[in-house]
């Protein structure tokens, strides 16, 4: 069965660092790009970042460039978002997600990520 | 990067159709068939009911149906159902690597 979990949400203060994982098991996880989409308060949706199954190619949304990093590990089926300099605006529920082309068919059930001072 | 406009709710009867638009521009929506609808239950994650514009993976019933004209993807229910009161969003792959959602609609079956 195809599985995505995300684990390492939880309360941080502004300006402080938080690394999201996300396992993935069911699936040849190789072969897949992987997303983090996050929902905020207010319940909209918003790409954050991909990596494609290369592991070279990766982009992000506007408001997180230059602050988060994704990454992937092969070898453990996880991939990662390290998130730095968080923000207020930063708060939200976290999901990581695969796609084979432009559309997200798997989905986890989302960690949720509350900055705050 | 601005996000894709929906109503911000739509309603209907049991066995009615409904239609859900998501307008962008021809730099999402109007220049590529990658338009996806995603179904949310609350407390739930999304799941994806259409894919490239009209396509239902495996399992998604029939009544659900997607189409595209300009700039303007939609997402009818047809045969509407208790079943179906939940959220939907759209998402459209953009140039540069990029993917909009849409702002989200809320459907309610009366």
């Known amino acids: 069965q195809e599985r995505m979990v995300e684990s390492g949400g939880g309360v941080v203060r502004p300006g402080r660092s938080l690394r999201l994982s996300c396992a993935a098991s069911g699936f040849t996880f190789s072969r897949y790009g992987l997303h983090w989409v996050r929902q905020t308060p207010g319940k909209r949706l918003e790409w954050v970042a991909v990596i494609w199954s290369n592991g070279i190619n990766k982009y992000y949304g506007d408001s997180v460039k230059g602050r988060f990093t994704i990454s992937r590990d092969n070898s453990r089926n996880t991939f990662y978002l390290q998130m730095n300099s968080l923000r207020a605006e930063d708060t939200a529920i976290y999901y990581c997600?695969?796609?084979?082309?432009?559309?997200?068919?798997?989905w986890g059930q989302g960690t949720l990520v509350t900055v705050s001072s | 990067q601005s996000a894709l406009t929906q109503p911000a709710s739509v309603s209907g009867s049991p066995g009615q159709a409904i239609t859900i638009p998501c307008v962008g521009t021809n730099s999402d929506i109007g220049g590529y068939n990658f338009v996806s609808w995603y179904q949310q239950h609350p407390g739930k994650a999304p799941k994806l009911i259409i894919y490239e514009v009209t396509n239902r993976p495996s399992g998604v019933p029939d009544r659900f149906s997607g189409s595209k004209s300009g700039n303007t993807a939609s997402l009818t229910v047809s045969g509407l159902q208790a079943e179906d009161e939940a959220d939907y969003y759209c998402?459209?792959?953009?140039?540069?690597?990029?993917?909009?959602f849409g702002t989200g609609t809320k459907v309610t079956v009366l």
């Open positions: 998402s459209s792959f953009t140039g540069g690597n990029i993917e909009l």
């Open positions: 997600t695969r796609a084979l082309s432009s559309y997200h068919d798997c």
